[in-house]
């Protein structure tokens, strides 16, 4: 049986004052593309840099591959590419450079793969970082994670600064690697990336894992926003609307009423019974929207203390 | 106004640590004064005579004294004399951090986006460096009034205010020179380029004071007119017109860096070299500098040892010209025969030469060691550090590396000044003990190592904090070493210091001891390094 590409137990890093990382559970297998989903502050880079053993952890434990991230942070490192969530100074180095040396440090680069990254991305390699767009160092940031074609990849938010032209490239690329048998661990705090990409989502708020989901688990929570349009004259029957199970945020204007239906549509549509409805319009919400709801709902109960 | 308080907080530790240190050094210097000066008049004409001889040695960096029998005298030459250089480097990285600095930091642009003017973005960090400025210089002058009322004596306080005047002057003139130079140059040049001008302009001026040939350029000095003063010395005087020709230089200086900025692109120099053309390239260095442990860190950082080692070995040259220049006249003075007799162990020369270049070069060591490491925590605080170690590479390995990069600087300036002062030994017939020298110059290694790996150390635990400290630390050991005589400090507390430690290897040979000493805090601090860089959190 396949280890786990990364498992952690219990894992905590404590900041005091509420914040941190608590007892955080994961488990990503092998060739999973996972996508670990959160607003800014909520904990992603500090898991990314427990697994990179950047930091050491409080409580729990993590493993890449079966190796503990702090004592054989070394040999993890071997089997890793990391995009950090923001490039570090190079000064005068040329990109040719900045490659050269932090290839060197891993034993050295396939030449043919690096040039194959850079032309992929139109990264002109003979420019100083300095002058190098955010963008850019963050096409070189890509260069340098997938240079040595590691078996799992450890992505701190890796489209920012991207256009979307990269950011497609940067998909394609990704599909290659789990294609070739690589694991790719993925922060975001955009959807519509690990919408794409991911096979499942972890979301994480206030330090504490929310939930693990795959897409089909997310959709299943799916909710609908309802416009509807009645007659001219007709009295709106508001207040039934409003009692029905599953419906909520209703707004009344005019001959028009617009809510949200979780679940069946059965309570809405007893609840309209006698009433002359011209028009029902439904729309299913963006991903982002059932985050936002998702997050709404387990905020109270389960994020608020560490 | 805004603009004003903002540069103020922006500069805020800096005015608090130069005031910090100049309030420090005036109230040492001035309670030193009274316990090595004597109380008779009888006294202290010995002590003035005894300084007057000491300050010949000197003479390059800090003009002779005025009346050092006298604690105003006294505190001229030995803190006044000494803040020239200070607040001149205070000036430059201030300016140049305000103009370039902040350009990179993005800064600048939010403050003229905000819908200020570029010439009263200008004016506003010039008032509020010359606000800076006048505080620290006021902090000199009160740790003096302090100092001499610790003695039982007055001073007056109007005297120690126009001390003040002029060494904020000073500071602020050369405040506004950087930030015209830095009109003109890359962010990554400004500091370069201004020290590299300031350097000239500082030797023209010191170096007039030996080299006749030199008196007709030190008009261009702006340390030629802050030396026209010394307010503190009986007889002295503020010479107005010296400082408000300081002050009109910094007027004009800031005015034409106004006009500059106007006419130049944020983040680019007024004068950018035209770039050509060319094809983008998508491969990978393939130098084998890049390959090879250390070497990469060495050649990384090729230009600024190449600074380093040519400026040293100049330097040292100069110190040898210097000492033929002092010595020889002195030698000829039949009264000064007991005070060689007493101090000067064997060869007068190399007594000479091995304790003001080795005592200046000590320095400039101790320097070079500190801005490695603020290099480390530069590359901790800016994330460098994280993606290294996203590498398969342990911490131990990158602190090791580290120190072995540092060593292998240190060995090429040292060896490179050794050389120079060597040379230029023989080409003026100063008689030099190779071996000696050779050992000197290559103890200049342990000590910067000392430095390096106390700084390793504090940049393993708390990097933020630990070019503040170290310098701290390398003041402290400086003025250990020279008022730990004065104060009558144990012995062992003025071991601690590692200038102490590197005794006096040109007369005396290797202190095998301090050499001991210091391989032992090497050693104990590669460990301790290694140990805390392997436990703490990067990036946090």
């Not at chain 2, 400025?133 to 001073?155: M, R």
């Not at chain 2, 002057?169 to 380029?193: E, I, P």
């Not at chain 2, 070069?361 to 060691?369: D, I, K, N, S, Y």
Request: charged fraction near 15%; glycine fraction near 8%.
């Amino acid at each position: 049986m396949d280890v786990a590409a990364i498992r952690t137990s219990k894992l905590s890093k404590n900041y005091g004052l509420g914040r941190g990382l608590f007892d955080l559970d994961l488990h990503v297998e092998q060739q999973e593309v996972f996508g670990f989903l959160g607003p800014n502050g909520a904990g992603k880079s500090t898991t990314i840099r427990c697994l990179m053993g950047l930091i050491r952890p409080t409580a729990g434990a993590a493993q890449i591959f079966g190796l503990d991230c702090v004592h054989d942070y070394v040999a993890v490192k071997r089997k890793v590419g990391y995009i950090p969530g923001e490039m570090p100074q190079f000064g005068s180095l040329r990109g040719s450079e900045v490659v050269a040396y932090l290839g060197a440090l891993r034993g050295g680069a396939d030449l043919k793969r690096v040039r194959t990254l850079a032309e992929r991305f139109n990264l002109d390699l003979s420019r100083r970082y300095r002058e190098y767009s955010s963008g850019n160092k963050q096409k070189l940031a890509i260069v340098l994670a997938f240079m040595h074609q590691p078996r799992l990849l450890i992505l701190d938010e890796p489209t920012s600064g991207l256009d979307p032209l990269n950011q497609q490239e940067f998909f394609a690329l990704l599909s290659e690697a789990r294609e070739g048998g690589s694991t790719v661990f993925l922060s975001s705090h955009i959807l519509s990336e690990v919408e794409r990409m991911c096979d499942r989502v972890g979301i994480i708020r206030a330090g504490r894992l929310v939930t693990i989901a795959d897409l089909d688990e997310l959709h299943a929570i799916r909710f609908h926003h309802v416009e509807l349009e009645f007659a001219p004259g007709t009295e709106l029957p508001v207040k039934a609307i409003r009692s029905a199970a599953g419906v909520e945020d209703v707004v009344a204007a005019d001959d028009t009423v617009s809510c949200i239906v979780k679940g069946s549509f059965e309570p809405l549509l007893d609840a309209l019974r006698g009433s002359t409805v011209t028009n029902l319009v439904s729309h299913e919400p963006s991903l982002e929207e059932i985050f936002l709801e998702y997050y709404r709902e387990a905020a109270p109960a389960k994020a608020m203390t560490p | 106004m805004a603009a004003y308080l903002l540069a103020l907080r922006l500069g805020r530790w800096g005015i608090a640590g130069f005031g910090a240190v100049a309030f420090l050094v005036t109230l040492l210097q001035s309670v030193g004064f009274y316990q090595i000066a004597g109380r008779t008049q009888a006294e202290r004409q010995a002590f003035g005579r005894s300084i007057s001889v000491l300050a010949a040695q000197f003479s390059v960096i800090i003009p002779l004294p005025t009346r050092p029998d006298t604690v105003g005298g006294y505190v001229q030459w030995r803190a006044f004399g000494f803040f020239a250089i200070v607040f001149a480097i205070w000036g430059l990285a201030a300016a140049s951090g305000a103009m370039r600095g902040d350009e990179e930091r993005g800064i600048v642009q939010a403050l003229l986006a905000s819908g200020l003017s570029r010439p009263r973005m200008i004016a506003a960090r010039v008032a509020a460096f010359a606000t800076a400025a006048i505080v620290a210089a006021l902090a000199a002058s009160t740790g003096l009034l302090v100092g001499v009322a610790s003695g039982g004596e007055t001073f007056s306080a109007v005297t120690a205010l126009e001390a003040a005047a002029a060494l904020a002057a000073l500071g602020v003139c050369c405040y506004s020179l950087t930030l015209l130079v830095a009109q003109f140059t890359s962010a990554r040049n400004t500091t370069a380029f201004a020290g590299m001008l300031f350097l000239a302009l500082f030797l023209i001026n010191s170096l007039s004071r030996t080299f006749d040939e030199l008196l007709r350029w030190r008009w261009l000095s702006p340390f030629h007119y802050y030396d026209q003063s010394s307010p503190l010395a009986p007889g002295g005087t503020l010479d107005v017109r010296a400082t408000l020709l300081l002050l009109g230089i910094a007027v004009a200086a800031a005015s034409l860096a106004a006009f500059a900025f106007r006419y130049r692109d944020v983040g680019s120099p007024l004068i950018a070299l035209p770039t050509t053309a060319r094809r983008p390239s998508y491969e990978m260095s393939r130098s084998p500098v890049w390959r090879v442990p250390v070497v990469r860190d060495l050649y990384e950082r090729r230009f600024s040892l190449l600074v380093w080692t040519v400026g040293l070995s100049a330097l040292g040259a100069v110190f040898v010209l210097l000492t033929k220049a002092i010595v020889k006249p002195l030698l000829a003075i039949p009264e000064l025969a007991p005070y060689f007799a007493i101090f000067v162990n064997g060869n007068i020369y190399a007594s000479f030469l091995g304790f003001i270049w080795f005592g200046f070069a000590q320095l400039l060591m101790a320097g070079f060691a500190i801005t490695q490491v603020a290099r480390w925590t530069a590359e901790d605080s800016d994330g460098r550090l994280e993606l290294v170690l996203s590498s398969p590479l342990s911490r131990p390995r990158v602190v090791v590396e580290r120190l072995i990069v540092l060593t292998f600087g240190a060995l090429v300036i040292a060896a490179a000044s050794g050389v120079g002062v060597g040379l230029e030994a023989h080409s003026q017939s100063v008689d030099l003990n190779n071996r000696r020298l050779a050992e000197a110059s290559l103890m200049l290694v342990p000590f910067t190592l000392v430095f390096g790996t106390v700084g390793a150390l504090l940049a393993s635990r708390i990097p933020r904090a630990t070019v503040g400290i170290l310098g701290a630390f390398a003041f402290a050991s400086y003025l250990t070493v020279q008022l730990g005589p004065i104060f009558k400090l144990p012995a062992w507390a003025q071991d601690l210091s590692a200038f102490k430690l590197f005794g006096q290897p040109l007369t005396s040979g290797v202190d095998q001891t301090g050499l001991a000493i210091m391989l032992v805090i090497v050693l104990v601090g590669v460990v301790a390094s290694a140990v805390v860089m392997e436990r703490r959190d990067i990036g946090a």
